[in-house]
């Protein structure tokens, strides 16, 4: 079997979908599968993806949205992922994604609706937590920690007790790389 390689683009502000990025290359090089991992907000142009066999964005949620450079990459890539052969995954961070009766909301809201605005249909998807970084070396401004404070946690009971914490699952995540995978087989 000839070697599968796979294009990783994913937008992040806090990074937490960055990490999640390095993790899921992680996996699929220990499984014999080549991973390139592509930060949007430093390389957004691709002719084609006929060099990958599978495919896989990863956003951050911010008020709900997906990263500027996420969006314009999906809206100027639409057609090239819509005519895509081989697997096609797409996951978002959000804090909600972490409390259980958020979860399938955030999923559908954050990644099939949208894409289905770009005219794309998508079967592999996962939305995963995020990170709130309330300290010194964050990476959220004053403004968006107030509005973390205020809005995020509070009043949705999100389980933060420290000026940082990690709502990603990091079994989920695996899960999720090793699904992908498994789609090579199917
Ligand atoms: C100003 C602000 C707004 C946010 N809005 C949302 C939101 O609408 N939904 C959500 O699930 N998480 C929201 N979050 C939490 C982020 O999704 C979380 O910080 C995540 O880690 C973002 O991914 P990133 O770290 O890759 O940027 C918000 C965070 C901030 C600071």
């Not at 993806?49 to 809206?75: A, C, E, M, P």
């Not at 978002?92 to 794309?120: M, W």
Request: hydrophobic share 40%; proline share 2%; aromatic share 14%.
């Amino acid at each position: 079997m000839t070697e599968k390689k796979v294009l990783i683009v994913y937008g992040s502000r806090f990074g937490a979908t960055e990490g999640v990025a390095v993790k899921i290359a992680e996996i699929f090089r220990d499984n014999n599968v080549l991973a390139e991992v592509v930060d949007l907000n430093e390389k957004s142009n691709f002719d084609n993806f006929d060099d990958y066999n599978g495919l896989i964005i990863g956003s951050s949620i911010k008020i709900g949205q997906w990263t500027r450079h996420v969006k314009n990459f999906v809206r100027n890539m639409r057609l090239e992922i819509q005519k895509f052969a081989g697997p096609f995954g797409f996951y978002v961070c959000s804090a909600y994604a972490a409390l259980d009766e958020q979860y399938a909301k955030v999923k559908e809201e954050y990644i099939p609706d949208k894409l289905t605005e770009f005219g794309i249909s998508i079967a592999y998807y996962d939305a995963f937590g995020g990170i709130i970084d309330f300290s010194e070396s964050s990476r959220m401004g004053w403004l968006e920690k107030k509005i973390m404070k205020l809005a995020g946690t509070q009043a949705t009971g999100l389980p933060v007790e420290s000026d940082y914490t990690d709502l990603r699952d990091w079994d989920q995540i695996e899960q999720f790389a090793l699904g992908f995978l498994d789609l090579f087989k199917a």
